[in-house]
């Protein structure tokens, strides 16, 4: 059976996801985790470097079918309420990818922080952490 795809369920990914996040110089200042479709899940940022007060990743989810279930379907990087970057989890899921699906999404958002921040993207691969239950 399928299970709904919600990254920020997945301690691992979020761990590298703030370790990518690290690299680059901006630190995770909080992460709220939204129980609705009709709002976004928000992981609030800061970077020192920079002057802007608002910098988050906001996770956009959709309703399956049954209506009982929901699960990502975007997820945009915002420099004070401005669309920088979106990731659009459904046409990853179309594509073949070289790598598991958290990891893609953890490392394009990496990606297109530190172009944001103007620094440069780490040259190693993300490491999930693989934790019980997730």
Request: hydrophobic content about 40%; charged content about 20%.
């Amino acid at each position: 059976m399928n299970e709904p795809f919600l990254f920020l369920s997945d301690a691992g990914a979020v761990d590298a996801l703030s370790k990518g996040l690290a690299q680059i110089g901006v630190e995770v200042t909080d992460l709220t985790d939204s129980h609705t479709a009709y709002s976004p899940a928000v992981m609030c940022l800061f970077c020192p470097r920079l002057n802007e007060s608002s910098l988050t990743i906001d996770w956009y989810r959709s309703w399956w079918p049954d209506g009982e279930n929901q699960e990502d379907s975007r997820v945009t990087f915002m420099a004070n309420g401005e669309e920088v970057h979106t990731v659009e989890i459904g046409s990853l899921l179309r594509e073949k990818l070289s790598q598991p699906l958290r990891q893609e999404i953890a490392e394009r958002l990496v990606s297109a922080v530190a172009q944001h921040v103007g620094q440069q993207v780490p040259n190693k691969k993300l490491q999930l952490t693989s934790y019980a239950g997730s």
